[in-house]
C-alpha cells in the first residue's frame, strides 16, 4: 500500500482560532480582565518603577460616547498600556465633567420640569445629579468595552464633595493673591440659556444678515471740517455694523488716529469716512459722482460731536488702535454694552456712559426708545425700516459670515455688559507664557496657539447665573454690600463641601457657614449674604490638577502628559494652565498631546441630515473593539481623522493579515517548548540571523513611535512587518524547513527558535494597540520561563538586540534584491503557463562583480530562497527578463515532482523504497522511522 507521505510532513497545527470573532470574543476576554483584577494586577507588578502620569481630561456625562470620545480614550488607552509595560507605574484615573446648563436642560426635560424655579435649588442639584450619574456609569461601560483599563471603580468626578472642597479652596487662593474680582463688563450671553458663556464654550457658524451702513449727523466739528466747505446740517460720519440692534447702545464712533479720513461731497451731502474704504461705500450706497473736499487723519477728529440717529443721546468721536481697514468705512459703531474693544477704548473716555439696552432674555429695554420690547431679531428690522424713513440709512448689504454661538443650544449670542465674576489674567500673564514654553506641545503649533491666546485675552469671565454646579464662595455684607472672602472663609467653605456636598451652600445661612464672630472689615457688620451665581464648569475641570493629581497620592503633580482634541486649547488646557500658574506657579503637565475631528471618509464633519454618522457600538457589534482601535492607530491623528464602512473594512482586512501570520507561526510551534528544544544563535542559519535583525529594526521604530506618541507609523510598521518581511519573505522560504526537514533537527529548531522571538516580540509590540488580540495570542504563544503567562498586560515591552551584523544586512538585502527580480521573472512565465508555481521552474541568474560572487557563495541554498527546484548562477550579462539588479533566464526544471516536498528533483525513484520522493525526504522519512 502506498505511503501517506502528507502524514510525514511538519504540517501547521494550532487551536488558535483562525476566525478572529471579535463581537462575541471580546467580552468574554473583558470578563477575565475583570474577574482577575488585571490593572491591579499591572500595577502591583510594576510598584516600585518610576511613575508615569496621563491626567484624563473628563468628558461630559449628558450621553452615550460618540467616536470622538472612543477616539480620545483609546489614545489614552495607548499611552498607559505602553507605559506600563516599559518600564514605568502608570496608573489611570479616569474623570466626568458633571455640572453645567447642558445637564441642568436634559435633566429638566426628562423629568418634565418646565423652568428651575418650578423646583427648590435642592430639588434641582438632586435631579441633575442623578443625571449625570446615569450617564457616567452608561460611558463607564462603553469605555471598558473599548478594551479601555483603568480605575473605572473610583474615577474622579467634579460633582464629589472632595472635588468641590479642593475647587473651592483654588478660587479662594486665587481671590486671595487678587486675581479674583466682580466688574461690569462685556460678556457673550446667550439669551437662550440666560447665562453668561466661557471663550471656550462658544462656536462659530455661519450667519446670514444684513450690515447697514448709517449716517450721524454732526453737530460739533470743532471747526476743521467747516474749513474744509462743509455745511454741518449736511454733515454725516457714516459707520457700518452687522448687528442692527446694538445701535440703541451707540456711544460712540470710534476712527484710527493715524488714518487718512476724506471729507466727500455728494449731491447735497458730505460724508466722513476712511479714505481708503471711501470707494467701496460709496459703491454701496449707489453713488457715482461723489469729489472728495479735503482730508484730515484719525486724531484731527476726536471729540467731534454727532447726533445719534434715532435716540436723544450725542455720540463722540473717539480714537482706538482696534479700528482697522479691512472693511466698513473705517468709522466703527462704538456700543461699549456690547463689545469687549468697544468697552475698553470707552474707559479712556469717563464722560462715555455704559448703555445695555438689552436683557438677558436677548429683549430690548426702555434705554432702547421705541424699539423697546422687541427681540434682537425684530429689533434688527425694525431699526432699519426707521433709519430709511428719517433718511439715515447710507447703504444696505446682505453678507453671510461667522458669528458666534451658544455650544449648548446652537443659537446666536449676545455681547452684553453685566456684573460678572472675572478673573484677571493681567497679573500672571508673563508667568503663563514662561510656563508655556517650558512644556512639550504635540504637535509643536500647539504651544504657539495657546501661547496667542493667553497673550490675547486679559481676563475670564467664571461666573454662571445657574444653580447645577459649585458656589462661588463670596460672601457679602449686609449692610454695606461689600464682598467678604478670607482664608479664613475660604476654609470654611471648602470644608462644609468636603463635609457635606456643594448642596449645603443653599441648605445653609452665611451664619452658619461663616467662622463665629466674622466681621465686614469695611464697616464691622456680621450679618453677611451669600453669591448666588456658581462658577464655570471650565473652572470646575480645569482645578483637577489640584482635586485629582494632588489629593491622590500615587499621582503626581504636573502630569506629564495631557491628551485632548484641539479645541481644547481655549478649554480645558487652558483653564487648566491659568489656574495651576494662579495657584501655584506651574503648568500641570509637561507634555500637551491634541487630536483633530472625526469625519467621514469624504473629509466632511458627521451629521445626522448628511447621514454620514457612524456609532462606536456599530463598529463594536459588526467589527470588534480590536477593529476601532486599529482605526485609531491607522490615522496621523494630529489632522482630521477620517472614518467610513469602506476604510473599516480595508483595516479588517489588514487586521486579518496580522491576525493570520501570527496563527501561521503559532502553528508552526505546536511541538516547540523554548525552554527545551531554543537553539543559539551559532546555530542558526544567516536568513535567521537576518530576520531577527529586521525584528529589532522592529522594535526601534516602534518603541520610537510609542515615546512620540506616533502611532500610525506603528501601524504601518506593523502591517508592512507582517505583510511583506514575514509573510512575503521570511515565512514563505520558511515553509521547506519547518515542513519537510526532521521535526527535531537543527535547521527546523532554528527556524522555530526564531519565530518564537518574532512572535513573541511582534506580540508584546502590539498589545498597547490591538490589546484583545494580543492577550488573544499570547495565550497560546510557548512561553519563556520568565514570562507571565495571565496575560500580555503583565509583561515588559520588548528592547532592540545587539547591534545589527552590517555586512549581513547589506548581503541579505542584496540578496533580497535579486529575489525580486526572479519573482518579476517568473509571473510571464506563469502567465504563459510555461510553469505553474514556482517549485517547476529552473532559474539561471546573469550577474557580475562582486553580486556574483555572492550569489555564488549561497549555492544550493538559492533554490529555497527564491522557492524554485533549480538555480544556476553565470557571470556576465544576459537573461530574457532585465530586473533591477541581475538578468533572469526560467526554464521548467528537470527531474520529477517530489511526492512529499513537491521539489522537482532528478534523485527521485533512486530510493527503491520510497521512489516517489527525493533523496533528501527518504533520508527524513528513515530518521523518522528510527526515531519512532
Known sequence: MPMDYNKTLNLPGTAFPMRASLPQREPEMLERWYTEDLYARVLEKNHGRPIFVLHDGP?????????????????????????????????????????????????????????????????????????????????????????????????????????????????????????????????????????????????????????????????????????????LARTYFVIWTTTTWTLPGNVAICVGPEFDYALIKSGAEYYVMAKELAAGAMKAAGLKDYEILGELTGADLELMQTAHPFLPRQSTVIVGDHVTLESGTGCVHTAPGHGVEDFEVCRKYPQLPIVVPVDSKGVLTKDAGDFAGLSTDDANKAIAKRLEADGNLFALQKINHQYPHCWRCRQPVLFRATEQWFCSIDGFKEQTLSEIAKVNWIPQWGGERIAGMVRDRSDWCISRQRLWGVPIPIFFCEKCGKEHITRQSVAAVAELLGREGADAWWQKPAAEILPEGTVCAACGNGSFTKETDIMDVWFDSGVSHTAVLKEREYLRFPADVYLEGADQYRGWFQSSLLTSVAAFGAAPYKAVVTHGWVVDGEGRKMSKSLGNGIEPQEIIDQYGADILRLWVASSDYHADIRISRDILKQLSEIYRKIRNTARFILGCLADFDPGRDSLPEANWQDIDRFMLNRLNVLIGRVTDAYENYEYHLIFHAVHNFCAVELSNFYLDVLKDRLYVECPKGESRRAAQTVLTCILRGLTLLIAPILSFTADEIWQYIPKLPSDRPQSVMLNDFPKAGKPADVALVAKWEKILAVREDVNKALEPARAAKEIGSGLEAAVTIYAGGDLFELLESFGEKLPGIFIVSACEVKQGHGGAFQGAVVGVDITRANGTKCERCWNYSETVGQNMEHPTICTRCAAVVAQLTVDG
Open 59 to 231: 468628558p461630559y456625562a449628558n450621553g452615550g460616547i460618540h467616536l470622538g470620545t472612543a477616539l480620545n480614550k483609546v489614545l489614552k488607552d495607548f499611552i498607559v498600556r505602553y507605559r506600563n509595560m516599559s518600564g514605568y507605574c502608570a496608573p489611570y484615573v479616569p474623570g466626568w465633567d458633571t455640572h453645567g446648563l447642558p445637564i441642568e436642560l436634559k435633566a429638566r426635560k426628562s423629568a418634565g420640569v418646565q423652568a428651575a424655579a418650578d423646583l427648590s435649588p435642592v430639588e434641582l442639584r438632586a435631579l441633575c445629579r442623578e443625571f449625570a450619574l446615569s450617564y457616567v456609569n452608561e460611558q463607564r461601560e462603553q469605555f471598558k468595552r473599548l478594551g479601555v483599563l483603568g480605575e473605572w471603580d473610583d474615577p474622579y468626578l467634579t460633582l464629589k464633595p472632595e472635588f468641590e472642597a479642593r475647587q473651592v479652596e483654588i478660587f479662594g487662593k486665587m481671590a486671595v493673591a487678587g486675581h479674583i474680582y466682580k466688574g461690569l463688563k462685556p460678556v457673550y450671553w446667550c439669551p437662550e440659556c440666560q447665562t453668561a458663556l466661557a471663550e471656550a464654550e462658544i462656536e462659530y457658524s455661519d450667519d446670514k444678515c444684513f450690515s447697514i451702513f448709517v449716517k450721524f449727523r454732526v453737530t460739533d466739528d470743532l471747526g476743521k471740517l467747516t474749513a474744509l466747505k462743509a455745511d
